[in-house]
């Protein structure tokens, strides 16, 4: 079975502060995907990264970064120097090459900023 | 990134009408569709996956003589909520993918339904 797990229900921050989202997965499959979308009081899902399960290099994009370990099955997302606009819900998901490539979503991490 | 527009953004129906919500994959031909149901502060849960020409798949516990999906065109794909009832409230998100299963997912904007 696949799952995601984002254990943090909410987090909040002061701005410019840094803060790390975690994401844990589990999957018997030996190729996967894992995105991290964002999703603001509008309500529309903003697609963030994609990483497959082959490349482990982790990415910086601006000030969000992201750590993709197979060891703990992580892929954790980090956004330095945070901003009031970063203030969402963050979904980490999951597809798998079995199951017929549905994606998982794990229950969200809250992120406020204050200023 | 791919856009995915859906339409409308909000709707309020009377209890026992029907409502059809569409998604449209503004620029790029969306092989596979798929169909999200989301709870205040819950995560996404897939109702459905539409391919082109075909039947959609409902996930276990989806009524498809409730919710039915429709996918004509390699654009646009269609979900009528059909006797509708307050439990139907929520908000309906619709994905799109161009081309094989390891490409990214794009999101339209959400529908929020209210049924009174």
């Known amino acids: 079975a696949q799952k995601v797990t984002q254990a943090q229900t909410e987090i909040s921050v002061v701005e410019k502060e840094d803060v790390t989202l975690d994401c844990v997965y589990e999957?018997?499959?030996?190729?996967?995907?894992l995105f991290w979308y964002k999703q603001p009081p509008s309500g529309e899902l903003v697609f963030l990264i994609r990483?497959?399960?082959?490349?482990?290099q982790n990415e910086i994009s601006g000030r969000y970064s992201w750590n993709f370990q197979k060891s703990t099955s992580s892929f954790n997302f980090t956004i330095t120097a945070s901003q009031v606009v970063d203030s969402a819900v963050y979904f980490c998901?999951?597809?798998?090459?079995?199951?017929?490539?549905?994606?998982?979503f794990g229950a969200g991490t809250r992120l406020f900023v204050k200023a | 990134g791919a856009v995915v527009s859906q339409h409308p953004s909000r709707v309020i129906c009377k209890s026992g009408t029907s409502v059809k919500i569409e998604c449209r994959s503004l620029?790029?031909?969306?092989?596979?569709m798929f169909w999200y149901r989301q709870f205040p502060k819950q995560s996404l849960m897939l109702m459905a996956t539409?391919?082109?020409?075909?039947?959609?798949?409902?996930e276990q516990g989806v009524e498809k003589d409730k919710f039915l999906i429709n996918h004509a065109s390699l654009t646009l794909s269609t979900l009528t909520v059909t006797s509708a009832h307050p439990e139907d409230s929520s908000f309906y998100i619709c994905?799109?993918?161009?081309?094989?299963?390891?490409?990214?997912?794009?999101f339209g904007e959400g529908s929020w339904l209210t049924v009174v």
């Open positions: 998901a999951l597809r798998g090459n079995t199951g017929g490539f549905k994606t998982i």
């Open positions: 539409s391919n082109e020409g075909s039947k959609a798949t409902y």
């Open positions: 620029d790029f031909q969306a092989t596979t």
């Open positions: 990483r497959n399960s082959f490349d482990e």
């Open positions: 994905s799109a993918r161009e081309g094989g299963p390891g490409n990214t997912i794009y």
């Open positions: 999957t018997r499959d030996t190729t996967y995907y």
